[in-house]
């Protein structure tokens, strides 16, 4: 359904937006 999908959708990109904020800065400095 919809409402699990994105659900589901967030499960995975949630994590993966902080683990990507959390790397970035290192690269850049």
Same mark, same amino acid.
């Given at each position: 359904? &919809? @409402?699990?999908? #994105? *659900?589901?959708?967030? =499960?995975? &990109? *949630?994590? @993966? =937006? @902080?683990?990507? $904020?959390? @790397? #970035?800065? =290192? *690269? $850049? =400095?």
């Amino acid at each position: 359904e &919809w @409402f699990s999908a #994105v *659900i589901a959708n967030w =499960q995975l &990109w *949630i994590p @993966f =937006q @902080f683990l990507n $904020f959390l @790397f #970035v800065p =290192q *690269i $850049f =400095q």
